[in-house]
């Protein structure tokens, strides 16, 4: 991210002359300011050009300085260039291929401040790669705010230099998405019972070849309902629930709201030890559990059968109660790895599926139910089908394959179904066709690729697709990009707050930063859970007072995540806080990079990590599924895309390596589990000669199996294994794997004499081929 300032000149759309006349040091610093605050790089290099010297002036701004010390800053390396200009850092390695040019003469001169370069996250928002009109007009007002606001108060740290103008905040009180209300919000299972008596015969549910009636389906939940009343079931009590995907455990949940309480529901196959802390802190029970789930109930809480029910026919059962009521708890873990359980109530669900503003649901739509209902995701896919009159379709419970997924959607004619980012990335390469008589696919929980959903939508025109975010602690979804066009540029956007929600974007100080500025995504509105359940201090951290609100006591959720915002409303998401890190004394989002290597036309699926560099620091690593694995060998195709990054990124950017699996682990929710990947477990490779890239089967192979038992990720071809921390019992064990593996007869000094990869694999052939 390179600048270049000029003492004489005016920034363009400003007070001709006005604004840095006579002020090179402080023009370099607004514009360090505002590269920083754009791309929140803590390493800034401004290009200077004057009539007599140009240089590469480098400001370090990990220490959040203030303009004062910038100013400083900069007038002290003007001077120090102008004192020694043969000495200046001529070296524009780091200068990015995209430039801001501005107040050009008619000869093509630059009279004034030119911004000769800027980040990948400038040239993203420009949808092209190329900066447009509009987007020098912006960065020219935020230099000028910049110098308005720093010159007030030049003792404010950079990271909440206000950079807001009076169009910004506007934003602040924008009405979401399409700008239509919610519907009055009521409780879910009374909207249920409504659908029920307006169309009783209508098929509510489907499952394993059995289907359930909207009468069949709340008389069952009456009759379950009547039985938990009888143990105390009512309004405030939370009912656990363990169990797997099927009829029975959509009747559980509607009998449970019904009651007027609340579900809380878990991964049946949990240990009691896992359990106890979340089933004390939503204070849980009785639990309904499948009868092989009942064992993991620990000592002291009611257990009933999923199946438990009074026998006669019973009145419909329908407990008012207030919109506001908790209808489930869902426990996550976040960024935290401790289960935090997440009150969501009636309002908030009701404002996602009774006649959303961001799609379209009514009786002819068959649902696909997948989530565990411990995930929120199966909010949207259990309730949104049975208030509007639709058919829930219950995947078959048990370990997910694509291929019977495929079977599902096709043999049960979904036409509307919601996928996590990584699974919906896995169904358009191994199964296009099975979208084709779907109306609507909905995915996220994660960075949609913006190739996948272009192959959908070229596949089956006519489709629409939704990128749905949102954390747990908003409901499912705080905004919706909904297109039956591919998304124009190199990201698929967020889209805009869904009704009934607001989505501000805030710098640290809870200010409102302006468009194409990055900030922290706070959501609020009639989606926000009422907090965590027993955890009064963490929902005080994330739960905040909004300062923008007219009602009083009303809050926002800090999601964590950062975004900015584009011209049209639009937001696009730009990482995790808690993912950014250090690389060479860069900040770097691993998601940016992730976003490059999907564009490839090899790569299926990408996802890029951080591992230990041996030296106290950082280097990425990226795992990927390769397109058409059958043509390349993984050293092959890793060599290629790093030098095909090199081109589109910046050098600290590239990853030190590029692993191909065959495909990229997933937790249960359908997420790629980074802590899964071979990174996690393994230490880095901390030898100081140059790593070398398997190119046979049988170095690959040899590779896999030292970097097993030495706990090292990646082997190269000419690593030495004793020098990798391998010993004598270590060599036993490689030697007996080998053996096995390839059907031969190793030495037990085999390994002291071939002691590389690439001599081993060597000998192995020899012998092979004998």
Not at 280 to 287: I, L, N, Q, S
């Amino acid at each position: 991210m390179t600048a270049m300032a000029e003492p004489q000149g005016h920034v363009p759309g400003g007070p001709q002359g006005e604004v840095f006349a006579g002020e090179p040091a402080t023009a370099v610093a607004c514009v360090v300011a505002v590269l920083h605050r754009c791309t929140l790089q803590e390493t800034v290099q401004v290009a200077y050009q004057d009539a007599d010297v140009v240089g590469v002036l480098s400001f370090d701004v990990s220490q959040d300085p203030t303009p004062a010390t910038l100013i400083a800053e900069a007038d002290a390396a003007l001077a120090a260039l102008a004192r020694d200009p043969e000495g200046a850092d001529e070296d524009r390695s780091t200068v990015a291929d995209v430039r801001f040019v501005w107040d050009t003469e008619p000869e093509g001169t630059a009279s004034g401040l030119t911004v000769e370069a800027g980040p990948a996250r400038w040239r993203a928002t420009a949808g092209a790669g190329r900066y447009t009109e509009a987007d020098a007009e912006r960065f020219t007002g935020l230099l000028h705010t910049a110098h308005r606001t720093a010159s007030a108060d030049a003792g404010v740290p950079l990271s909440v230099l206000p950079l807001a103008t009076a169009d910004d905040l506007v934003l602040v009180g924008a009405q979401a998405g399409t700008g239509r209300a919610p519907v009055p919000a009521r409780p879910l299972h009374l909207l249920i019972q409504e659908q029920a008596e307006r169309t009783p015969e209508a098929v509510a549910v489907s499952c394993a070849g059995a289907e359930l009636t909207y009468r069949g389906l709340t008389s069952r939940a009456d009759r379950l309902a009547l039985r938990l009343q009888q143990e105390g079931v009512g309004p405030g009590r939370v009912v656990g629930v363990l169990a797997e995907r099927s009829s029975e455990l959509v009747v559980a949940l509607l009998a449970i709201l019904k009651c007027g309480a609340a579900y809380a529901a878990f991964e049946p196959d949990l240990p009691a030890q896992r359990l106890r802390q979340p089933l004390a802190d939503a204070g849980v029970g009785p639990v309904l559990a499948q009868d092989k789930y009942a064992a993991s109930v620990p000592a002291g809480i009611t257990v009933l059968p999923l199946t438990a029910a009074v026998q006669n026919a019973v009145s419909p059962v329908g407990v008012e109660v207030a919109p506001t009521a908790m209808a489930y708890v869902s426990f996550t873990s976040g960024s935290t790895g401790t289960p935090k359980g997440v009150r969501v109530p009636h309002a908030a669900v009701s404002r996602l599926v009774v006649e959303p503003d961001w799609a379209e649901f009514g009786p002819q739509d068959v649902f696909l139910q997948l989530a565990p209902v411990a995930f929120d995701a199966s909010t949207l896919e259990l309730w949104a089908p049975l208030v509007n009159g639709g058919r829930m379709v219950v995947h078959p419970p048990g370990p997910l394959s694509t291929e019977q997924l495929a079977a599902t959607l096709v043999d049960n004619k979904v036409t509307v179904a919601w996928m996590t980012a990584g699974l919906f990335h896995q169904m358009v390469n191994q199964h296009l066709d099975a979208f084709a008589g779907l109306r609507h696919v909905v995915a996220g929980g994660d960075v949609v690729s913006p190739m996948h959903v272009r192959r959908l939508l070229s596949a089956h025109p006519g489709l629409v697709f939704t990128n749905g975010y949102g954390p747990t602690e908003n409901t499912t979804f705080t905004t919706c990009w909904t297109s039956a066009e591919p998304p124009a540029g190199n990201f698929v956007p967020l889209g805009k707050p869904i009704s009934g929600t607001r989505a501000l974007v805030l710098d640290p100080e809870l200010r409102p930063v302006p468009v194409g500025v990055p900030g922290e995504l706070y959501a609020g509105g009639e989606g926000l859970a009422h907090g965590y359940a027993g955890r009064p201090g963490a929902t005080a951290e994330r739960f905040v007072p909004d300062p923008f609100a007219a009602d009083p006591g009303a809050r926002l959720y800090r999601t964590g995540d950062l975004v900015s915002r584009r011209p049209d409303g639009t937001l696009q998401f730009l990482g995790r806080a808690d993912r950014q890190i250090k690389v060479q004394g860069y900040r770097v989002e691993p998601g940016e990079i992730e976003t490059v290597l999907d564009r490839h036309e090899d790569v299926r699926q990408a996802v890029v990590v951080a591992q230990s560099d041996g030296a106290s620091g950082k280097r990425l690593l990226a795992y990927i599924t390769a397109e058409r694995p059958e043509d390349d060998s993984p050293a092959a195709l890793g060599q290629r895309l790093r030098e095909w990054l090199r081109g589109e990124l910046p050098g600290y950017m590239v990853p030190w390596a590029i692993l191909t699996l065959p495909e990229l682990p997933m937790n249960r929710n359908g997420k790629v589990d980074r802590a899964a990947l071979p990174t996690a477990r393994r230490a880095a490779r901390s030898l100081t000669t140059e790593y070398l890239a398997a190119r046979t089967v049988t170095e690959s192979a040899v590779a896999e199996e030292w970097a097993d038992l030495l706990g090292v990720e990646p082997v190269g071809m000419d690593d030495d294994f004793f020098e990798l921390g391998g010993h004598s019992l270590i060599a036993a064990d490689l030697l007996g794997r080998l053996q096995d593996r390839f059907d031969v007869e190793l030495s037990a000094r085999t390994l002291y004499l071939r002691p590389t990869v690439a001599e081993l694999a060597e000998e192995l052939d020899s012998q092979t081929t004998a």
